[in-house]
């Protein structure tokens, strides 16, 4: 199925180049539908076949071999990052479940928090990375993209699992507490297992969340060694090498679908325990 | 010994104090003694619930005083002196059968073994014993009630609490449970506190009925029930059995319901 999809797009990409005007075209004045030509459109078969080329003439390996390299850095701090934001997302939750009052205050600035330009809060975390000094700790670069992938990671988490921490039905938690059980009791008997089926999708969006603030805090912050600073670079040779900036985009997109299919690994395997979702 | 349930003078106001305010109940006294089965009935509106909540302790009576095994309520909940099972079974759909018999047992502390061993007994009492590793998704309607049943005793609390626990069943069902759970009741002698709205359950069931009207919710009535202890098919065909029904609909009837519609 995954597959046709992809077929799917490569087959309307080209037959857009195919039908689409050369040099872009103007709807009702404005200038909407893109260029054509093979310095704006290459073929797929291009993009493909540039994985073979080394990245540089004179360059010993395939530039697939730069790409996956990018993408193995920019995967551990990804997971760094949505490690640590489902860490936080999850205390949140719980806080939050726990203290009405709390849900109340912190709600809105975690929403707000999450209409703040990554862009513009890059550099600031990098500068304020560099003036933490913790003993002995320095406070190393890579740790900034990683931190703003968990910044854009705990908020799905953080909003799924309350929802899911609160989806109890009001008897079983009438229950509990008719057995004298304690918040603690309630919280891991109870309220974890009925957010299960929450619980999911939200880590399914801060995986893929965490490598979207991880590209783009390494794009703003000039972290070198990830797919983040492939891709800006490559997009500078665009009119010498069109092909090329591809080859590192779909790297990207191939690591955004490598987070999202750990968890729906985790997923299946938490399913074993969930034996009634699959039988409705 | 002292008396299983001993309700003094308690009123219930909720939003006291505000514009909203509903008094749920006033006045209420009732002293249920060890053994009893004691129904309340009443349109709904009349704080049976609410009064069952109040034994319970997960509501504080506005005034008035609630013991339990000559307990404050409070006292006997933290201990687990009673057993509670609501309309909805409300099984744990993560937990096999025999998980979630053991619930209340694990929460007290008990050791695996342990456990397990008095999880089988409930189940072989509420006659599930064969399913005990099945999950809740895979009974029928009455077999997850009569889990629900078995984890309420599981602890042996002295004391079990009902809020129509067979309102969702259909009439077969129900009138196969009502047997069942006078048995299983016989069995470990439990006191029983059952909230219901059906009058020939409450008939059938209890050895007093007490009715209860609203607005403010009270006792209005209290009907000895003595249908002797075996009760089987024929209970419900004989004579004693309707003139009971009839006792309890005519209580009822006096009260007051037009501004219910």
Redesign the interface.
């Given at each position: 199925m995954f597959g046709l999809a992809l077929l799917l797009v490569a087959a309307i990409w080209e037959l857009y180049k195919w039908v689409g005007p050369e040099d872009g075209g103007t709807l009702f004045g404005w200038a909407i539908l893109p260029r054509t030509n093979d310095y704006a459109m290459p073929h797929v078969w291009e993009m493909l076949a540039r994985y073979a080329q080394p990245e540089r003439r004179g360059f010993p390996t395939p530039i697939i071999a730069t790409v996956a390299s990018g993408a193995w850095f920019s995967l551990r701090l990804a997971l760094t990052g949505f490690v640590m934001g489902t860490l936080v997302g999850l205390g949140l939750a719980i806080v939050m479940a726990r203290f009405k009052v709390v849900e109340r205050g912190l709600l809105p600035y975690l929403v707000v928090s999450q209409t703040v330009p990554l862009i513009a809060l890059a550099p600031l975390v990098v500068s304020w990375g560099g003036k933490l000094h913790l003993g002995e700790f320095e406070w190393p670069r890579w740790l900034s993209a990683a931190v703003l992938g968990a910044f854009l990671a705990f908020f799905p988490v953080a909003v799924g699992t309350l929802k899911g921490l609160t989806s109890a039905?009001a008897?079983?938690v009438?229950?509990?507490?008719?057995?004298?059980?304690s918040w603690r009791?309630t919280l891991f008997?109870?309220r974890f297992?009925a957010a299960?089926p929450y619980l999911v999708p939200a880590l399914r969006l801060g995986a893929t969340a965490s490598v979207v603030g991880v590209v783009v805090a390494e794009i703003s912050t000039g972290l070198a060694g990830g797919i983040g600073r492939l891709i800006i670079e490559y997009a500078r040779e665009a009119t010498a090498d069109p092909a090329k900036v591809y080859t590192a985009v779909f790297g990207a997109a191939a690591l955004g679908l490598l987070m999202a299919g750990m968890v729906a690994v985790a997923d299946l395997m938490l399913m074993r325990?969930?034996?009634?979702e699959v039988?409705e | 010994m002292s008396a299983a349930v001993e309700v003094h003078d308690v009123s219930k106001v909720f939003n006291a104090g505000r514009p909203n305010a509903v008094e749920a109940l006033v006045d209420i006294d009732l002293t249920i003694e060890p053994g009893e089965f004691v129904s309340l009935i009443g349109p709904s509106g009349c704080g049976k619930s609410t009064a069952l909540r109040l034994i319970a302790n997960l509501l504080e009576p506005t005034s008035g005083e609630v013991l339990v095994n000559g307990k404050p309520a409070l006292k006997a909940r933290l201990d687990q002196d009673y057993g509670m099972a609501f309309q909805q079974a409300g099984l744990f759909d993560w937990r096999t059968v025999a998980k979630n018999v053991e619930l209340p047992l694990e929460l007290k502390g008990w050791d695996k073994a342990k456990r397990r061993t008095r999880a089988l007994e409930m189940l072989d009492l509420v006659k599930l014993g064969d399913f005990a590793d099945h999950f809740p998704w895979q009974l029928s309607g009455g077999m997850q009630q009569r889990v629900a049943i078995g984890r309420a005793l599981a602890a042996h609390p002295p004391l079990l609490l009902m809020d129509e626990p067979f309102g969702a069943l259909d009439e077969m069902t129900r009138e196969h449970m009502q047997a069942e759970l006078l048995r299983i009741c016989g069995e470990t002698s439990s006191t029983v506190v059952f909230v219901t709205h059906s009058i020939p359950e409450a008939v059938y069931l209890s050895t007093r009925v007490v009715v209860m009207s609203p607005r403010p919710g009270r006792i209005t009535d209290v009907i000895g029930v003595d249908l002797g202890p075996r009760r089987g098919l024929e209970t419900r065909e004989a004579v004693a059995f309707f003139e009971k029904i009839t006792e309890v609909r005519e209580a009822l009837r006096g009260i007051d319901t037009s501004d219910l519609a």
């Open positions: 039905p008897a079983a009438e229950l509990m507490d008719s057995y004298a059980a009791q008997k109870l297992p299960v325990n969930r034996p009634w039988a | -």
